[in-house]
């Protein structure tokens, strides 16, 4: 370790910051390649942003749509934007501040990875569920429907 730094401490300073920039290439390069050849997420489906739940009182199965901020706020940007480019009054038509996100409206979201797993999903479940009664505790009907 000391033959080493004895080697840089007497190296000129021009080879030095050749190597440095050399190195620096090098890193800058293999981070332009690894971004050039990762491959693009595919765009979300429609299914995938609705969940299956039941009504408490009526057992009844229910598919509803998940909520999100993000599809609500690009929504509101695009209408703002074509707004703006059509020219129009802006204080003719009101568009909620595009800036601002609202409050979540999900107090907990809970997924369990089950591919293969048949022999440790009950377990997974049962430790889940004592988990979230411990934390969370239960609610009843009425009180879930201000989250909803």
């Known amino acids: 370790m000391d033959s080493l730094l004895e080697t840089i401490a007497e190296s000129p300073i021009h080879l ?5 920039v050399l190195l620096a290439s090098a890193f800058y390069g293999l981070f332009a390649l690894l971004h050039l050849i990762a491959p693009k997420p595919r765009p979300v489906l ?6 299956i739940t039941t009504v408490p009182n009526t ?3 229910v598919r509803r749509q998940l909520p999100c ?3 609500r ?3 509101e940007r695009r209408q703002s934007e074509h707004l703006e480019r059509k020219g129009s009054d802006p204080a003719a038509a009101f568009i909620p501040d595009t800036g ?3 409050p979540a409206e999900v107090l907990v979201s809970v997924v369990f990875p ?8 009950l377990p997974t479940l049962e430790e889940a569920v004592e988990y979230l009664d411990a934390t969370y505790g239960r609610t009843t009907y009425l009180e879930t429907r201000q989250w909803c």
Not at 16 to 20: H, Q, R, T
Not at 46 to 51: A, F, I, L
Not at 114 to 121: F, T
């Open 59 to 61: 057992k009844e199965i």
């Open 69 to 71: 901020w993000h599809d």
């Open 114 to 121: 089950a591919y293969n797993e048949e022999d440790r999903i």
């Open 73 to 75: 706020w690009q929504a």
């Open 46 to 51: 429609p299914s995938e942003k609705t969940y």
């Open 16 to 20: 030095l910051l050749a190597v440095g």
């Open 100 to 102: 601002a996100i609202e």
